[in-house]
């Protein structure tokens, strides 16, 4: 199979804290990673793809500064969102790919939910 | 160019029922089809995938049937069942994009028992 791990699944804090969420891949080497974010009823919006070692491509209108992507093993990657606000409030779902470029399927964590207050 | 289109937005089907979802595509250089399934609450799934050099590819009761000259790829769930119902979705990408997905907007399946 293909694991991928996301932690927390759901996470409510308050306005201005930073909160981190872990994406593992439990029984493969993940050479590149994918950030989505999700609205209610809405199709995936992809945020940023990392591949292990190197900094991650941000998607137009993604802020780097709020959305902090590290890749630093074949396996961990984690999205950190910096002072979070209300709007950021949303279902943030990463995904895992065996092989950069090798048109390897995309397999998904279950999500985290992030509330904040 | 780069749209999935996804249709219908929701569907109801009975229970032992044929559920069918068509997507169509601009982009020829798409090479990789996928479609996800997703339960409310939980991250997409991957179903069944096929690529251009066939027209269709069955696994269990789930069938993709694609269709090149007209751009256009549909997904069959054949005797669908209550533990069907959730969003699917249907995406595309290719080399040049560095294999990222681009989505269609979804379909909500609901099956009655």
């Known amino acids: 199979g293909a694991v991928v791990s996301q932690h927390p699944s759901w996470v409510i804090c308050k306005s201005g804290t930073s909160v981190k969420i872990e994406c593992r891949s439990l029984?493969?080497?993940?050479?590149?990673m994918f950030w989505y974010r999700q609205f209610p009823k809405q199709s995936l919006m992809l945020m940023a793809t990392s591949n292990e070692g190197s900094k991650a491509t941000y998607e137009q209108g993604v802020e780097k500064d709020k959305f902090l992507i590290n890749h630093a093993s074949l396996t961990l990657s984690t999205l950190t969102v910096t002072s979070a606000h209300p709007e950021d409030s949303s279902f943030y779902i990463c995904?895992?790919?065996?092989?950069?470029?090798?048109?390897?399927?995309?397999?998904f964590g279950d999500g985290t939910r992030l509330s904040i207050l | 160019q780069q749209q999935v289109k996804q249709s219908p937005q929701s569907l109801i089907v009975q229970k032992g029922g044929i559920s069918i979802i068509n997507c169509a595509y601009e982009n020829t250089a798409f090479d990789y089809f996928p479609w996800y399934q997703q339960f409310p609450g939980k991250g997409p799934a991957l179903l069944i995938a096929i690529r251009p050099d066939v027209s269709e590819k069955k696994e269990g009761r789930f069938t993709i049937s694609f269709n090149k000259s007209a751009k256009q790829f549909s997904l069959h769930i054949m005797d669908s069942q209550p533990g069907d119902s959730a969003t699917y979705f249907c995406?595309?990408?290719?080399?040049?994009?560095?294999?990222?997905?681009?989505w269609g907007a979804g379909t909500k399946l609901i099956i009655k028992p």
């Open positions: 995904s895992a790919s065996r092989q950069f470029g090798s048109n390897q399927p995309q397999h």
């Open positions: 029984d493969f080497q993940a050479t590149t």
């Open positions: 995406a595309a990408s290719y080399g040049d994009s560095n294999y990222q997905l681009i």
